[in-house]
């Protein structure tokens, strides 16, 4: 039995979560449920938008399943990634048949160090008008992402590791970065590239097919992973999974969505394919690779959302997979 911590959080977190549930109770496999509340509501409640309840039932659970949080989230989701160590962000951006996008045969796995960079916090007001953010890049977690997106590329049979980073411009932090994946990149039979970020961001518009396995530091990684889900049809289709040596945060890439939250228009694609993320994490393969099918089929047959062209709404499209679970 794994124990799997429910965080639905805000907006249209709350909506996709119901269709992750949805999904897995029609799996049925040997998972134990734990609800918790995390986010701006969180912080209405109870004064602090990450509880201390929360967190201490999160460090008993095998996962965390999340949805999404609103103007909180550097103090959610972003600390819990902290806390819990879960060093690697695993973003895969895949085309899917029958969605308009900027391009076809995309297939890109971003992965993002998750434990330092700017995201670490560390920002003063140093006088009144001049402020200052601290970027913090080690040797340590730098290896072990590199580790990690060469590791992820020789399991799954990838081609190539890029990675993209500033170090023209941020000598030390980059420079560090980009040193230490050439280092790495040694013990591996994988081609190996960089770029620089912004050069990246263009190409990765104008001819995607060229990356494959992506690595970067967070930042980097939070932006670039928006932009890559972009040129396959959006957000609402993007899953991720935060994984560390002892836990594991799964979640759609995007966030609440105040701008569609309570019309129940929500894609639930990006958190389903979340969930497949984890099935495959604790080994349900099988289950995982079924309800990717099952998700495909429901998108080529055009039975989506809106922000895809179709006409359902969340809760439509959700019973739509799930139909096509059985075939
Ligand atoms: P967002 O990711 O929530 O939305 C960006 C755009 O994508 C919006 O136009 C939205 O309607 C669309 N979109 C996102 N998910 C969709 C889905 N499943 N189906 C259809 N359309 C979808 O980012 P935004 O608007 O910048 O931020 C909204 C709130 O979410 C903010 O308060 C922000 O702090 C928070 N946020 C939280 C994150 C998290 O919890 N991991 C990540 C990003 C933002
Ligand atoms: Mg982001």
């Given at each position: 039995m794994k124990r799997i911590?429910?965080?639905?959080?805000?907006?249209?977190?709350k909506e996709v979560m119901d269709s992750a549930m949805m999904v897995l109770e029609c799996l049925d496999l040997p998972f134990e449920y734990t609800w918790l509340e995390a986010g701006d509501a969180a912080l209405e409640k109870f004064g602090k938008?990450?509880?201390?309840?929360?967190?201490?039932?999160?460090?008993?659970?095998?996962?965390?399943?999340?949805?999404?949080?609103?103007?909180?989230?550097?103090?959610?989701?972003?600390?819990?990634?902290?806390?819990?160590?879960?060093?690697?962000?695993?973003?895969?951006?895949k085309s899917f048949e029958g969605v308009k996008a900027l391009h076809d045969n995309v297939d890109i796995v971003i992965v993002r160090e998750n434990t330092e960079c700017l995201y670490k916090g560390f920002e003063f007001?140093?006088?009144?008008?001049?402020t200052?953010?601290?970027?913090?890049?080690?040797?340590?977690?730098s290896e072990r992402i590199v580790r990690y997106a060469f590791e992820l590329a020789k399991r799954e049979g990838r081609r190539k590791v890029t990675a993209l980073h500033k170090a023209n411009v941020m000598r030390k932090t980059?420079?560090?970065?980009?040193?230490?994946?050439?280092?790495?990149?040694?013990?591996?039979?994988?081609?190996?590239?960089?770029?620089?970020?912004?050069?990246?961001?263009?190409?990765?518009?104008?001819?995607?097919?060229?990356?494959d396995v992506v690595v970067t530091t967070n930042m980097f990684g939070d932006i670039v992973s928006d932009l890559a889900a972009g040129i396959v049809g959006g957000?609402?289709?993007?899953?991720?999974?935060n994984v560390g040596e002892r836990y594991a945060i799964f979640e759609p890439v995007h966030g609440a969505a105040?701008?569609?939250?309570g019309k129940g228009i929500a894609n639930p694609t990006a958190m389903i394919l979340t969930v497949c993320m984890m099935l495959k994490h604790f080994g349900y393969v099988e289950a995982g690779k079924k309800l990717e099918r099952a998700v495909e089929r429901t998108i080529s047959a055009g039975k989506t959302t809106p922000d895809l062209g179709g006409n359902l709404k969340t809760e439509e499209m959700t019973n739509e997979i799930i139909k096509n679970l059985d075939l």
């Open positions: 911590a429910v965080i639905p959080g805000d907006g249209i977190g938008a990450l509880p201390d309840e929360t967190l201490e039932e999160v460090r008993k659970s095998d996962a965390v399943l999340f949805g999404a949080a609103g103007e909180t989230a550097a103090d959610v989701i972003v600390r819990l990634r902290m806390e819990l160590d879960t060093f690697a962000n695993v973003r895969p951006a007001e140093i006088e009144k008008g001049v200052q953010a601290l970027r913090i890049i080690t040797r340590k977690a980059c420079g560090l970065f980009k040193d230490v994946f050439y280092e790495v990149a040694k013990n591996y039979e994988i081609q190996a590239d960089d770029y620089y970020i912004d050069a990246a961001c263009m190409y990765m518009v104008m001819k995607p097919q060229i990356f957000l609402g289709l993007a899953p991720s999974a105040f701008d569609i939250a």
